[in-house]
């Protein structure tokens, strides 16, 4: 989740950053008079807001045994849990702890860790070296198969995750360059010894009606 949150918070300073610089060269172009900058903001706000379809576009959540669904050996099903628990009969005499996360997967549902999954064995890639990586878990008592994998059931969502950058980065990209002109409208139609002011209410109507009912 770091490394998705640290990608797209790269995407979005690069629209940011972008489409500021663009909207300055486009003003800078001719002078424009104040009708026509606020023109030009609202054509690239209006244009920027299919863009924001790509928030939709975004990865499946992992379903996990005793929080999403109920374990197989309580009856596997997907209706939600009315109280989610990582115990269950299969794994009550394991005495499993939640201080360490280490997932494994079966059947396209994802437990906590091999405790939680009532695992009592395990198989590794090289039998005859100690430190070797594990292949799979056996025996367990709470997957459908009796076995489990390690990791998450997670699908590969490296497509999506460019392609929810991408479109929202370009949605960033033209409002900001639209703000860059909405920023000069201010400045020409108040008089010059009144910008100041006028720039101190803006930012308070913007702070109070913006951001305080959140």
């Known amino acids: 989740a770091r490394e998705v949150g640290s990608i797209m918070g790269i995407g979005h300073l ?21 009708r026509q900058l ?58 499993c702890t939640t201080a360490f996360h280490q997932p494994v997967c079966d059947s396209g549902v994802t437990y906590f860790s091999p405790c939680h999954a009532g695992c009592l064995d395990v198989e590794l890639n090289d039998p005859f070296f100690k430190n070797s990586s594990v292949r799979r ?20 969502c490296q497509s999506r995750l460019i392609i929810n950058v991408v479109i929202n980065s370009i949605s960033i990209f033209i409002h900001f360059m639209g703000l860059a002109a909405n920023a000069v409208v201010y400045q020409r ?24 009912p959140s």
């Open 14 to 34: 690069v629209g940011i950053c972008t489409g500021l610089l663009a909207g300055g060269i486009l003003i800078r172009i001719k002078t424009w008079e104040p």
């Open 38 to 95: 606020q023109l030009i903001f609202s054509i690239l706000s209006t244009v920027s807001l299919p863009f924001l379809l790509g928030l939709f576009i975004y990865c499946p959540s992992e379903t996990y045994a005793g929080v999403d669904v109920h374990y197989f050996t309580d009856g596997f099903n997907n209706t939600q849990l009315q109280s989610p628990s990582l115990l269950s009969e299969c794994n009550s005499d394991c005495s």
């Open 137 to 156: 878990y056996t025996e367990c008592a709470c997957t459908n198969t009796g076995t489990a994998v390690p990791g998450t059931c997670s699908e590969p």
């Open 189 to 212: 139609i108040v008089s010059e010894g009144d910008r100041t002011t006028a720039q101190g209410l803006r930012q308070s109507a913007f702070r109070l009606f913006g951001t305080v």
